[in-house]
């Protein structure tokens, strides 16, 4: 049987589909990596195209890595794929400005700054312009300059568009980042996107070799590119339209990051010849689960539209859970879980949440049940101190002009060159425009008697400080000079650690974090060796640490993982919640008052609940602790919950009982005493004398709360519409219960949460 026999109608199509552009809408589990790979194959093998001649980009190392490897094994030895790029967007962009960004200006031994050091920069820019960094926080303005360089907007640009103080000081200093980037010799993760765009746009040589080289491109997650990788398709494709897009518009949920999800809409406007071909059976998920999150995701109206349909089992229904509060919440997850896994068989669980701040409770939780589980997007491993110390080590090596790096490691570990020493270096770089190297090297200089010992007459710096960095300045030279005689980076790491005696505290301290460390570093060296191994230099190695993401650090072995919704998409689990839906959390209180970034949270709820193969479970708390308040406030069912049929949903409360202890061993289990009615049914029974009637299953409660319908009013406000309140400002009215000056309003405030108010107190206007 050939491999193409497996492939369902329109894989197939997908797969032999020639001649003109192909936009393929792959729906969540429909098997788009297998088309991937399978039309890649038939290029090779049926097509005789070379290679070096297909470029395959995707999001992540994984996926790339996942994609590669089945190509391999499907091939079966019978072609060499030594030339293929099959990689991420960023690798993609390194390996064309490593070989070619001379001709654009750009250094080949650039260094790749990571969020840490992009954050240092801005910390030490923000502190020589004297800001107040609380008001401009570091993150913050690396935010706003990478939404700027999202859209490719130059820093000079941001300056003559800014219309208020604070957006012009953030545009100084997006200029003030560039200058610092430049005279580090270092791109951020932006400018590997940017500058490679750069590159083909004024080296026409350049970009007419790279359009000769892929003649077939392709694309995957083609929803979550943004302009700068647009304009870099663009660009690439000059020369032939032999492009395959894949992608899904329902999981376009990256618009924070700079994502644009018209690239994928109109995609057949930009490429007026495309094809376009729909995968809509889903191999994943049960149908139950397939029609709820496709009722949900039907709300949207940017979409080009599909169904997604299975050849699977209806399966169970959805499961909704209402705690009390956050903690009985968690406690019913733990729980659940606790009683699946024994019959699971080793299947996994996936407990997914909006925000990272919903794992503390979880977590509490299935450590009371003693569960193991692992938490997906902590802190990974490239990021621990010690192995950031390492690896920057390795960067000065390559480039003593990085300073960021330069100050991680110049008293690391403690060599005599303290923080005063450090601050004067500092100052002596920003007077005569220099990296933190030619400031020390320039220190030095000015004073070339200081190993002898002769006064600092020059530098300011004590003699005792200039002999500490003499010593470091030649230790500098001998890991530089190791570097360049090609010395393979298991040995320049195991040479850093023996001469610069990097484990001696760690060795001694004889704690279990210390220990941890230990075990850190010996798995670096282990990473050493297999980059050793696949014939990498110290650059490839580098690369490979810097472009690693929380996606790529995702335990396959793992039973039980918490992750955010952002960090889920791409994975599957058989059982799934989804924690915290709430009004003002899920979807979340910055989306409310926009359609467009509500439309983004909705497809987040798809992306989630399509992550279920067998069972999924909605969960929420009827009352939750928000912005560190002393006392938890109530909540509303998020609107993502109304959206699911009821007759899919089944409610997991127990009974919706109540029981009330009136005295020792007197035990009241009747109707649940939740309204009016019920109340006076309840005494019109006593005083006809009645016995209650024989326990019995109650009927259950509406599965799913609903919202008020937008045709309610208060005051001439329609639910859904603004209003603005003399404390809290400007809300959106999400529910009314009852009728005139005695209503009760649910409103949401972005900062101060949802807020039930009565309507004749609450002195509310339209806004």
């Known amino acids: 049987m050939s491999p193409l026999d497996r492939l369902n109608p329109p894989q197939l199509e997908a797969v032999l589909h020639r001649g003109s552009p192909l936009l393929i809408l792959a729906g969540a589990g429909s098997g788009k990596t297998r088309v991937i790979t399978h039309r890649v194959t038939t290029l090779l093998e049926q097509d005789g195209i070379a290679p070096q001649n297909i470029l395959a980009v995707t999001f992540t190392n994984k996926a790339a890595g996942e994609m590669k490897e089945r190509v391999t094994h499907m091939l079966q030895g019978r072609m060499a794929l030594g030339g293929l790029w099959m990689t991420t967007f960023h690798s993609a962009c390194v390996r064309i400005l490593r070989r070619d960004g001379p001709a654009a200006g750009i250094p080949k031994e650039f260094t790749i700054y990571d969020d840490d050091s992009q954050t240092a920069l801005v910390k030490q820019i923000v502190r020589e312009l004297g800001l107040d960094d609380k008001v401009y926080a570091p993150r913050a303005l690396l935010s706003r300059i990478g939404h700027w360089k999202n859209l490719g907007i130059s820093a000079e640009q941001a300056m003559r568009d800014s219309n208020d103080p604070k957006t012009e000081r953030a545009a100084v200093?997006?200029?003030?980042?560039?200058?610092?980037?430049?005279?580090?010799?270092?791109?951020?993760?932006?400018?590997?996107?940017?500058?490679?765009?750069?590159?083909?746009?004024?080296?026409?040589?350049?970009?007419?070799?790279?359009?000769?080289?892929?003649?077939?491109?392709?694309?995957?997650?083609?929803?979550?590119?943004?302009?700068?990788?647009?304009?870099?398709?663009?660009?690439?494709?000059?020369?032939?339209?032999?492009?395959?897009?894949?992608?899904?518009?329902?999981?376009?949920?990256?618009?924070?990051?700079?994502?644009?999800?018209?690239?994928?809409?109109?995609?057949?406007?930009?490429?007026?010849?495309?094809?376009?071909?729909?995968?809509?059976?889903?191999?994943?998920?049960?149908?139950?689960?397939?029609?709820?999150?496709?009722?949900?995701?039907?709300?949207?109206?940017?979409?080009?539209?599909?169904?997604?349909?299975?050849?699977?089992?209806?399966?169970?229904?959805?499961?909704?859970?209402?705690?009390?509060?956050?903690?009985?919440?968690?406690?019913?997850?733990?729980?659940?879980?606790?009683?699946?896994?024994?019959?699971?068989?080793?299947?996994?669980?996936?407990?997914?949440?909006?925000?990272?701040?919903?794992?503390?409770?979880?977590?509490?939780?299935?450590?009371?049940?003693?569960?193991?589980?692992?938490?997906?997007?902590?802190?990974?491993?490239?990021?621990?101190?010690?192995?950031?110390?390492?690896?920057?080590?390795?960067?000065?090596?390559?480039?003593?002009?990085?300073?960021?790096?330069?100050?991680?490691?110049?008293?690391?570990?403690?060599?005599?060159?303290?923080?005063?020493?450090?601050?004067?270096?500092?100052?002596?770089?920003?007077?005569?425009?220099?990296?933190?190297?030619?400031?020390?090297?320039?220190?030095i200089q000015a004073n070339p008697a200081s190993r002898l010992g002769a006064a600092p007459e020059r530098s300011g710096l004590a003699s005792r400080a200039l002999g500490a960095l003499a010593d470091f300045v030649q230790f500098v030279n001998d890991l530089r000079a190791l570097a360049l005689s090609q010395a393979p980076v298991l040995d320049l790491l195991k040479w850093i650690i023996e001469r610069t005696r990097f484990t001696a505290a760690f060795e001694t301290a004889g704690d279990p974090e210390a220990a941890a460390r230990l075990e850190n570093i010996q798995e670096l060296l282990n990473a050493a060796a297999d980059s050793t191994e696949r014939g990498e230099d110290v650059s490839d190695f580098l690369d490979h640490a810097a472009l690693s993401s929380d996606a790529d650090d995702i335990d396959e072995r793992a039973q039980i993982s918490l992750l955010t919704l952002h960090t889920?998409?791409?994975?599957?689990?058989?059982?799934?919640?989804?924690?915290?839906?709430?009004?003002?959390?899920?979807?979340?209180?910055?989306?409310?008052?926009?359609?467009?970034?509500?439309?983004?949270?909705?497809?987040?709820?798809?992306?989630?609940?399509?992550?279920?193969?067998?069972?999924?479970?909605?969960?929420?708390?009827?009352?939750?602790?928000?912005?560190?308040?002393?006392?938890?406030?109530?909540?509303?069912?998020?609107?993502?919950?109304?959206?699911?049929?009821?007759?899919?949903?089944?409610?997991?409360?127990?009974?919706?009982?109540?029981?009330?202890?009136?005295?020792?061993?007197?035990?009241?289990?009747?109707?649940?005493?939740?309204?009016?009615?019920?109340?006076?049914?309840?005494?019109?029974?006593?005083?006809?004398?009645?016995?209650?009637?024989?326990?019995?299953?109650?009927?259950?409660?509406?599965?799913?709360?609903?919202?008020?319908?937008?045709?309610?009013?208060?005051?001439?406000?329609?639910?859904?519409?603004?209003?603005?309140?003399?404390?809290?400002?400007?809300?959106?009215?999400?529910?009314?219960?009852?009728?005139?000056?005695?209503?009760?309003?649910?409103?949401?405030?972005?900062g101060h949460g949802l807020k039930k108010l009565v309507e004749k107190y609450a002195e509310l206007e339209s806004a």
Request: contains cysteine; proline residues 5%.
């Open 173 to 443: 200093v997006f200029e003030h980042y560039q200058k610092g980037l430049r005279r580090n010799q270092a791109l951020d993760f932006d400018d590997l996107l940017l500058e490679t765009v750069r590159l083909l746009q004024v080296s026409p040589e350049t970009a007419l070799r790279y359009n000769e080289r892929f003649r077939h491109i392709l694309v995957d997650e083609y929803q979550d590119t943004n302009r700068v990788q647009y304009e870099l398709i663009r660009l690439l494709t000059q020369m032939h339209k032999e492009i395959c897009v894949v992608g899904d518009e329902d999981q376009s949920i990256y618009s924070w990051r700079g994502a644009d999800i018209r690239n994928i809409l109109e995609f057949e406007r930009d490429f007026p010849s495309a094809k376009t071909i729909r995968l809509e059976q889903n191999y994943r998920s049960t149908k139950n689960v397939l029609a709820a999150a496709g009722a949900v995701v039907a709300r949207n109206t940017a979409r080009k539209g599909k169904t997604l349909w299975s050849d699977r089992e209806a399966g169970e229904l959805i499961g909704f859970y209402e705690g009390a509060d956050a903690e009985q919440e968690a406690l019913f997850i733990a729980d659940t879980i606790a009683k699946y896994l024994p019959h699971a068989g080793g299947k996994k669980v996936g407990v997914l949440y909006r925000t990272n701040g919903q794992s503390r409770l979880i977590e509490e939780a299935l450590r009371r049940y003693r569960l193991k589980y692992h938490v997906v997007g902590g802190l990974s491993f490239y990021e621990r101190a010690e192995i950031k110390d390492l690896t920057s080590y390795l960067r000065v090596a390559l480039n003593p002009d990085d300073s960021i790096s330069m100050l991680r490691i110049v008293n690391t570990p403690p060599r005599g060159i303290g923080s005063t020493t450090v601050e004067k270096l500092e100052h002596l770089a920003l007077e005569n425009n220099l990296s933190l190297w030619g400031a020390i090297q320039a220190a």
């Open 568 to 750: 889920a998409k791409g994975l599957e689990f058989s059982l799934v919640f989804l924690a915290g839906l709430e009004e003002g959390l899920f979807p979340h209180s910055r989306t409310l008052e926009s359609t467009i970034e509500l439309e983004e949270e909705r497809r987040l709820c798809y992306v989630g609940m399509t992550r279920a193969q067998d069972r999924l479970v909605l969960t929420r708390a009827q009352v939750r602790r928000r912005y560190g308040s002393e006392m938890p406030d109530e909540t509303e069912p998020s609107r993502f919950l109304a959206e699911v049929p009821p007759e899919l949903v089944n409610d997991l409360n127990p009974n919706r009982r109540q029981r009330v202890q009136r005295a020792a061993g007197d035990v009241y289990d009747g109707p649940l005493l939740n309204s009016a009615e019920n109340i006076r049914q309840f005494f019109a029974q006593r005083g006809a004398g009645q016995a209650l009637p024989p326990s019995k299953p109650a009927q259950a409660a509406p599965a799913v709360p609903r919202p008020a319908p937008a045709a309610n009013e208060s005051r001439g406000i329609k639910v859904g519409g603004r209003v603005r309140h003399a404390k809290y400002g400007v809300g959106v009215l999400l529910r009314r219960e009852g009728e005139g000056g005695e209503a009760k309003l649910t409103i949401s405030f972005p």
